[in-house]
């Protein structure tokens, strides 16, 4: 019998022991002066020593406010400096934030603030063709637990930043020495398989921790600069990015309130950046642009590439066209804080383009039987699991969720399938759910199923993932109308538009009578897929090597 896939991540160096508020005073003693955020797009640069004293201001706010330690605070805007300000001042005084999507409409949005039952909502006025301020008054009586909502760059909002008098230095410190490691702080929803999302809870060690090694191993300290244009809503931006600079006094930049390629390489080239985060879509994008070649990234050292599988072509790029030398991986799910396995600068060539890795400090890992839950050998397929400190608390409110996904042994079933092979390093070769990952985003084909299901012409409808060259998948949807009601594609596309996100509407629709079906009457996903990358034409995106 050959060696089983399971292995447990560094320890040499020890899991920080304290919470956010704890751990950036510490920052800011050491690198007071040295610049903890520049947004490129608001032409903001502030120091770490301005950084705190506006975290702080923001904080007495909240707190005269009347705010308590574990009340939710919905922050529903893009990557704006503010929205690290109310990360940290929520952290401050021990009130979870929940991160809510930019892309959703009224339907999610009213989900999200009832299931967490968010006292507040922070939120910008608006962004591209979503009028906030509109759609949070259109969901108020839907949402008794609401008090009160608060948008950016009012004349309350400036009130609130400018600090509150009545509390002063020494309550907020008796708050903020009240909070512990382990005290949940944020909840990140994810797409549920039950038509709903899920709220991962996740406590000061679970994100500082995870963002800080996630870091440490691209051997980032407070010399570094770090571009930062995934949104900061994702454990991506916020975890990685933001607390992953504040716990070593690197400096986060902003390059706009979201993603485009040029803006990216601008602030890259004008801001000298030696590390640069995204999901796959947005490296192909930045090295399409048609002026990549006029721009100075010769400061980029490092990075991190995550949210999907990554071509290995693109990474290769990444390394030779963009001098990310040393440029990681990184592999995980929010419920995980989010990185389970990240590669390193030093590994060779073929494990930084081709896996995703090994275990993460003071993280275990091992691949299962799906069926028997048996630790399988290494070079196996089966289900990647994780245990240790990055593994959630659970989801919000939802105990039965939460014991599907955490077995009574502490391992985080991911539903991905992973092989480990004889050094540890993994590969992630497909799922067993069936998740479709478009650009990044996670997106569970029941919800949308659901979704369609209130259409009046709907009898029954399949969703799947299909090969896409610029998203890595695509949704398509496969429809069967009721007996004698009639919709065209077009019209079914245009249904979803406005009431849920721009991501989850299919881009291929097909009209059918049927759906092939297994013997014992169960839809047979994998023959719809094959099917559809056939009538597409999508046979070269689908040949696309992935790591």
Same mark, same amino acid.
């Given at each position: 019998m050959g060696?089983?896939?399971?292995e447990?991540?560094?320890?040499?160096v020890?899991?920080?022991?304290?919470?956010?508020?704890a751990n950036l005073?510490?920052?800011i003693?050491?690198?007071?002066?040295r610049?903890a955020?520049?947004?490129?797009?608001q032409?903001?640069r502030?120091?770490?020593?301005?950084?705190?004293?506006?975290?702080?201001d923001?904080a007495?706010?909240?707190m005269?406010?009347g705010?308590e330690k574990?009340?939710?605070?919905?922050?529903w805007a !893009?990557?704006?400096?503010e =929205?690290? &300000?109310?990360?940290y001042?929520?952290?401050?005084i021990?009130v979870?934030?929940?991160?809510?999507n930019?892309?959703?409409? /009224?339907?999610?949005?009213?989900?999200a603030?009832?299931?967490s039952?968010?006292?507040?909502?922070?939120a910008a006025?608006?962004f591209k /063709?979503?009028n906030?301020?509109?759609m949070?008054?259109?969901?108020s009586?839907?949402c008794?637990?609401?008090?009160?909502?608060?948008?950016?760059w009012?004349?309350? =909002?400036?009130?609130?930043?400018?600090g509150?008098? &009545?509390v002063?230095?020494e309550?907020?410190a008796?708050?903020?020495?009240s909070l512990?490691?382990?005290?949940?702080i944020n909840i990140?929803y994810?797409?549920?398989t039950t038509g709903f999302?899920k709220g991962?809870?996740l406590?000061h060690?679970?994100i500082?921790n995870?963002?800080?090694?996630?870091t440490e191993?691209?051997?980032?300290?407070?010399?570094?600069?770090?571009?930062? !244009?995934?949104p900061?809503?994702?454990?991506f931006g916020?975890v990685?990015?933001?607390?992953?600079?504040?716990?070593?006094?690197?400096t986060?930049v902003i390059?706009?309130?979201?993603f485009?390629?040029?803006?990216?390489?601008?602030?890259?080239q004008?801001e000298?950046?030696t590390? &640069?985060?995204?999901v796959?879509?947005?490296?192909?994008?930045?090295?399409?642009?048609p002026?990549f070649?006029?721009y100075?990234?010769s400061?980029?050292?490092?990075?991190v590439?995550?949210?999907?599988p990554?071509? +290995?072509?693109v990474?290769?790029q990444c390394?030779?066209?963009m001098?990310?030398?040393?440029?990681?991986i990184c592999?995980?799910m929010?419920?995980?804080s989010?990185v389970?396995?990240?590669?390193? !600068?030093?590994?060779?060539?073929?494990h930084?383009?081709?896996t995703?890795g090994?275990a993460?400090?003071?993280?275990?890992?091992?691949?299962?039987?799906a069926?028997?839950?048996?630790?399988?050998e290494?070079?196996?397929?089966g289900e990647f699991c994780t245990?240790?400190y990055? +593994?959630m608390t659970?989801?919000?409110n939802?105990?039965?969720?939460?014991g599907h996904?955490?077995?009574e042994?502490?391992?985080m079933?991911?539903?991905d399938?992973?092989?480990m092979?004889?050094?540890g390093y993994?590969?992630?070769?497909?799922?067993?759910?069936?998740m479709?990952?478009?650009g990044g985003?996670n997106i569970?084909p029941r919800?949308?199923e659901?979704?369609?299901?209130?259409?009046d012409?709907?009898?029954?409808v399949?969703?799947?993932g299909v090969?896409?060259?610029?998203?890595?998948?695509? &949704?398509?949807?496969w429809i069967?109308?009721r007996p004698?009601?009639?919709a065209?594609e077009d019209?079914?596309r245009d249904?979803?538009?406005?009431?849920i996100?721009h991501?989850?509407? !299919?881009?291929y629709?097909?009209l059918?009578e049927?759906?092939p079906?297994?013997?014992?009457?169960k839809?047979?996903?994998v023959e719809?897929r094959?099917?559809?990358?056939?009538?597409?034409?999508l046979?070269?995106?689908?040949s696309?090597?992935m790591?």
């Amino acid at each position: 019998m050959g060696a089983l896939a399971h292995e447990h991540g560094p320890t040499d160096v020890d899991l920080l022991d304290e919470t956010i508020p704890a751990n950036l005073i510490h920052t800011i003693d050491r690198h007071e002066h040295r610049e903890a955020l520049v947004s490129v797009h608001q032409n903001i640069r502030w120091t770490y020593g301005e950084f705190g004293d506006r975290v702080r201001d923001l904080a007495k706010s909240l707190m005269h406010a009347g705010l308590e330690k574990g009340d939710r605070l919905g922050l529903w805007a !893009p990557n704006y400096a503010e =929205w690290t &300000l109310v990360q940290y001042a929520t952290a401050e005084i021990g009130v979870i934030l929940v991160n809510i999507n930019p892309a959703y409409r /009224t339907h999610e949005l009213a989900y999200a603030l009832n299931q967490s039952g968010c006292r507040w909502i922070i939120a910008a006025p608006d962004f591209k /063709t979503s009028n906030y301020v509109d759609m949070v008054a259109a969901v108020s009586d839907e949402c008794p637990a609401l008090e009160h909502a608060v948008f950016f760059w009012t004349d309350e =909002w400036n009130r609130l930043i400018d600090g509150d008098e &009545l509390v002063g230095d020494e309550a907020l410190a008796e708050r903020r020495d009240s909070l512990r490691p382990d005290d949940p702080i944020n909840i990140q929803y994810t797409s549920g398989t039950t038509g709903f999302p899920k709220g991962a809870t996740l406590t000061h060690k679970n994100i500082l921790n995870n963002g800080y090694f996630t870091t440490e191993l691209q051997g980032i300290t407070h010399e570094d600069r770090i571009c930062i !244009p995934v949104p900061f809503y994702h454990c991506f931006g916020m975890v990685m990015g933001n607390l992953g600079c504040t716990s070593h006094g690197a400096t986060m930049v902003i390059p706009g309130d979201a993603f485009e390629p040029k803006a990216v390489l601008d602030a890259v080239q004008a801001e000298r950046c030696t590390s &640069l985060y995204g999901v796959p879509t947005m490296f192909i994008a930045e090295l399409g642009h048609p002026d990549f070649e006029s721009y100075d990234l010769s400061s980029l050292r490092t990075g991190v590439m995550a949210g999907s599988p990554c071509p +290995v072509e693109v990474m290769k790029q990444c390394v030779d066209r963009m001098n990310m030398h040393d440029v990681t991986i990184c592999y995980g799910m929010t419920e995980t804080s989010p990185v389970s396995t990240q590669t390193l !600068p030093d590994d060779t060539l073929h494990h930084r383009t081709a896996t995703v890795g090994r275990a993460h400090p003071h993280v275990e890992i091992r691949v299962a039987d799906a069926e028997t839950g048996e630790t399988v050998e290494r070079g196996t397929t089966g289900e990647f699991c994780t245990r240790g400190y990055s +593994v959630m608390t659970g989801y919000w409110n939802d105990p039965e969720k939460t014991g599907h996904a955490i077995d009574e042994d502490g391992w985080m079933h991911t539903g991905d399938l992973a092989v480990m092979a004889d050094d540890g390093y993994c590969n992630i070769v497909g799922r067993i759910k069936d998740m479709v990952i478009r650009g990044g985003e996670n997106i569970y084909p029941r919800e949308i199923e659901e979704f369609f299901h209130s259409h009046d012409a709907v009898e029954d409808v399949q969703v799947i993932g299909v090969p896409d060259a610029k998203y890595g998948e695509e &949704l398509m949807a496969w429809i069967k109308l009721r007996p004698g009601a009639e919709a065209t594609e077009d019209e079914l596309r245009d249904f979803c538009r406005g009431r849920i996100a721009h991501y989850k509407v !299919p881009r291929y629709v097909k009209l059918v009578e049927d759906f092939p079906m297994t013997v014992t009457g169960k839809v047979r996903k994998v023959e719809m897929r094959e099917i559809s990358i056939d009538e597409l034409g999508l046979g070269a995106a689908a040949s696309t090597e992935m790591a």
